[in-house]
């Protein structure tokens, strides 16, 4: 069975906690979608989000530790790591939990990785080596062939048991979490160094959703900020909008249905939010 582990920032650090709660609610459709129900879901928050529906698959893990009151890319990525550990760890109550998978609160992923985890439980796991880059309201999204995993915190399904002991060893070495992103970029390298070395997933895995207000890094407007006065970094930081652009694709109706992908600014004038017998109102 795949768990995935959903880190929720408090509401003391976000901007805007229905902005938060509207991400999260369409992060946990997209998880929620999975075509085997061979799936649970842990959010490990400091606070409950406000929710339109009810998720049978889905626990949430309440933390008591302070929250930084406000985020930087520092505290927020330690906060963040902090919470995937306790989930991490909690998912080995899980019975039986074969695999983990760390998504972001705003992210959407595959309806088809729960399935995919069934049919090969004995892997050691995947790294997301493709996948979607998508901003809210676009019709357009940018399918990234390779690279996927170095840009998005959603990348990584691990085999339970080696989560487990990667934890223990951290512990056990008094590293501090969130220094080198130890759950992002450095789970493959340090499975890589066990000899348990993850696979590149053979299809395109999550999307990665920018520019939604909440997002830690990859702000548009916090980039444009740190380098309005250097000339060459500007060309390409608009050279590089030109090409996504101009590389995106449509988003097709069949991608809306794998990903559960819509878009948050339309929840506000009505109910956009696509009803799942798996989602219970």
């Given at each position: ?14 901007k805007s906690w229905e902005t938060v709660s509207n991400l999260l609610e369409r992060t946990l459709q997209s998880v929620c979608n999975q075509t085997s129900p061979d799936f649970q879901v842990i959010v490990v928050c400091h606070d409950r989000p406000n929710l339109q529906h009810n998720y049978p698959k889905v ?223």
């Amino acid at each position: 069975m795949l768990v995935f582990v959903i880190p929720l920032k408090s509401r003391v650090a976000s901007k805007s906690w229905e902005t938060v709660s509207n991400l999260l609610e369409r992060t946990l459709q997209s998880v929620c979608n999975q075509t085997s129900p061979d799936f649970q879901v842990i959010v490990v928050c400091h606070d409950r989000p406000n929710l339109q529906h009810n998720y049978p698959k889905v626990e949430f893990l309440d933390v008591n530790f302070t929250p930084p009151s406000r985020l930087t890319p520092s505290s927020g990525m330690a906060d963040q790591e902090r919470k995937l550990r306790i989930g991490a760890d909690h998912a080995s109550t899980i019975a039986p939990a074969s695999h983990l998978m760390f998504v972001d609160a705003d992210d959407c992923v595959s309806s088809n990785l729960a399935e995919f985890v069934k049919q090969h439980q004995h892997c050691h796991g995947w790294f997301l080596d493709q996948g979607y880059e998508y901003q809210d309201g676009n019709p357009r999204l940018k399918h990234r062939k390779q690279g996927f995993s170095k840009i998005c915190g959603t990348s990584n399904i691990v085999r339970a048991d080696l989560i487990h002991q990667y934890i223990e060893d951290l512990q056990l070495l008094e590293t501090r979490f969130a220094e080198k992103r130890l759950f992002h970029t450095e789970i493959a390298k340090a499975m890589q160094a066990r000899a348990t070395p993850l696979s590149p997933l053979p299809f395109p895995g999550a999307v990665y959703i920018t520019d939604n207000s909440e997002n830690l890094e990859n702000q548009s407007t916090l980039v444009l900020q740190q380098i309005r006065s250097q000339p060459v970094k500007l060309t390409k930081f608009y050279a590089m909008k030109l090409y996504k652009r101009l590389a995106a694709q449509p988003l097709t109706h069949a991608l809306q249905q794998e990903f559960k992908l819509y878009s948050i600014a339309a929840i506000g004038s009505a109910q956009r939010i696509t009803t799942d017998p798996r989602v219970q109102q």
